[in-house]
Each structure stands twice: as C-alpha cells, then as structure tokens.
C-alpha cells in the first residue's frame, strides 16, 4: 500500500462537475501534508491565457518544437506561474500537494513522462519560496480519466529526478475534518546593510538577501502557545484527548463547538555581539523593515505543538516573502520608479477569505488602491471561488496614513519634497525608498548614503 491521501466532500464536488463535463482539464490540489497521509481540500483548476498570453506562449512553442498532433497541449510555464501565485494565497500549514489532470486514459498513459515533467517543474518553481520545508517530499500526480471518470494516483520524489511513480491511495474520508486554528501578530523592525558588491543587483533580490538572517531568526524562535510553554510532542488540543479518555461512552455526541484561535508568541534568541573581530562592510546603503504582520495557519486535528508552530512560522516567512515579491514584480511594469530614490514604496496588506470548509481562510494582497473586487478576481482565478465583496475579510491589516510612510530619521534630516539635503549633511544623499508601514501592514524603508571616498 502506497501513501495515502484522503479528500472531504468538497474535493467530491468537484471531481463530479469534472466528470460531468467530460472536458480536458489541469490543475492544482491545494491541501495539507504529514508523515502519515495527505489532506486534500481543494482542486485548483489551471486559469485560462487571455488572447495575448495564448499569442505569446504559442509563438515560443512553434520555435522550440515542432507541430504536435496532440489535441491536448499543456503549457508547462503557464501552469507554474499558476502554482507560484497560488501558494502565496495559501495559509500557514496549507501547501501545494500536487497536479491533477482530467483527460481520457490513453492520454494520461501516453504522456506519463510529460506530466512527470510538469510536476518537477511545479516544485521546482515554488521551492525557493518553501524556506521552512514541512513534512514529505512526495507529490502527487492525478490522473482523472474523462470517459470512465476513473482516477488514477501515483506520487512523486520531486528531490530526486530519477524517482519512479509510488501507487497511492486516493480516498474519501468519512465525515470532515476538524482544524485547528493558530495565529500572532509579528512585530517587525529591522535593519540590514547592502553590500556594495549587491549594489547593481534588483531591489527584490537585495531585499531577499537582507532577509535572509531575519528570516533564520524566526525559524529558530522559541515560542508560547496561549502563553504557556508546551513540550512539542504534545497534541495540540489536549482538552479533547482528556474528555476521550474520562468519557468513551459519550461517543455518540458530535463535538460542534466553534473552534477557537490558538494564540502563538514568538521570542527570538538574542545575538552574542560580543565578536572580538567583528566583519567591516563596504555598504552602498541601510534598509529597514518596519511593521506588524497578521499571520494565520491551520493544521488538522490530531496535530502536534510543534506541528502548529511550524505552520505559523511557515506562514510568516511565506508572507513577508510574497508582499515584498509582489510589489518588485508591480514595479517592473514601472520600471523608471524602481530606480527613482525619491518614491515612497508600500508593500501591500493581507485580506482574507474562506474556502467551502468554513473554518479555513486563504488570502490575497491588496495595495492601497486596490478594491474588494480585485480580490474578487484573485480569489476566482486562482482558487476557482465563487465570492461576494463581503465574504472577503479586509479588517485584519489596515493602510498607513500618509504621514506614516515618512520615517522620523527622513524628517530630522530636513528632507524637502524635491528630495534635496542641506549642504551641510555629513552624507551626499539621504533619501526614502520605501515606506513605513506602521499599523498592519509590513513595509519596507531603505535609505541610500552614497559615501565620499577618503
């Protein structure tokens, strides 16, 4: 017996309206991973390309290959940019587990390497988003037959190239699963220099790379679950093991009681700065990161502290990540204010939705002039959801005040709106490139000191 993986009455749905379709369709499944099976919640259909997207990826298939015969074409790169923009919508805890296509048979046998291919490539694209890696490296490839509406499961070693396909069962589980919720507010505030040497190198990839220790930090922080320290072998709610064991009679009665937030603080270990040869850096300039971020994760019921910690820890990097991505890539549509030191940059705040299961949110990024309806899309394209503006919650993370995005240092160094330093400035330039995001929403401040050569 292979892995297993069990998927609720949502998961159901949709292979049903698969099979009544009977059309050729990818896509991704969206659930959760642990040593012992798989949780899947969600089938992700592939968007569809717009005109000039259909132009674009066809053009670049006639040069690299030659005319297939294949009714089905499957764009690889389409289908990954997919996967990219769709973990950043997913929680703490929730990942991507696989690829899922609904096809006739013979194709699925025919083109087994190809949609091997397209798996490696799934993981592949979103690895280097996974800092704080979870559970399996096994993913799933589904094979959904169109005409018989027979589904096929196999898994995958996606760290090895030359894995062979592992059966696995596919399997509706009896009754829903009840998950648990855990969540904190992370107070950010930090600075890190650039280098001179990663002077020339895009703001995303300096931003990354300054990251990189905060980044470690929050993967190596202790923690209080409800303020207290709990051993990380323990179930997570242990009220409800307790009441099993004082109570096997009372089997009969269906526990319905609202689940209630698990509270995660997060304590970073102090740095021993008492180095007696400590690194000088030859630094173009200082960035800081100022901010609070709202951060959700959700892991299934039989779960550990330690499980629950990690998805939190998990969703924290995932999201810092994915703001600071997402407003670099808004940036190349305006190239020339990516090298302007004078624009104030904010990165965008967190909104939040729920799936069909109703106690799971997944979420999207809105920046100050987006509306509920942008999100709308988002959510539609990207999760095939049907919602309404007021399903989506837009009340966790506000947007600064004007006012707020000028950081104190900027001010006391008598900065005027053209830009321009007082003569008598110890640096050439002192300039914001990025905005403080005071109340919600994390943002990004950088201050560039070109310095004079001695």
Sequence with gaps: MGRLITYDCIVQEKLNSIAKLK??????????????????????????????????????????????????????VWICQHAKQLLRALPGGLNILGFYIAAPSDYNTKQQ?????ILYAIFKTISKNQKLALGTKERVLLNICTVTSKIVCRTFDVTDLKSFANPADWKLQSGSVRWQQVRCQLAVDIKFPIKKENGSLSLQKQIEIGLIPFLKSIQDAHSLLNGVQRESDELLNISKESKKSKKKQSND???????????????????????????????TCMMICKGAVQCRAYVHGKATVEDAINALKQDIIRSVLARCEIHCEDLLLIEEEQKDPLVVHELPR???????????????YQFHSDT????????????????????????????PTTSALILPEVMDDRLSEFGDVSSHSPMNMYVPVAGVIVAIAVGVASYIQHFNSS
């Design 23 to 76: 059309a050729v369709q990818t896509g991704l499944i969206i659930g959760q991973y642990t040593d012992q099976k798989d949780f899947a919640i969600r089938l992700c259909p592939t968007p569809q390309k717009d005109d000039n997207e259909d132009t674009k990826s066809g053009d670049t298939q006639k040069k690299s290959k030659k005319k297939s015969d294949d009714p089905i074409e499957l764009d690889e």
């Design 113 to 117: 390497a190809q949609l091997r291919q």
């Design 253 to 283: 009665k269906i526990d319905r009681s609202p689940v209630e937030w698990h509270n995660i603080e997060l304590f970073i270990p102090l740095e021993n700065n008492n180095d007696i040869n400590p690194e000088i850096l030859d630094c």
């Design 350 to 364: 967190r909104v939040f939705a729920c799936l069909p299961q109703g106690d799971i949110c997944v979420c999207d």
């Design 372 to 399: 509920p309806s942008d999100s709308l899309d988002a959510f539609k394209e990207l999760l095939d959801l049907d919602l309404t503006e007021q399903d989506i919650d837009t009340s966790c993370e506000v947007s």
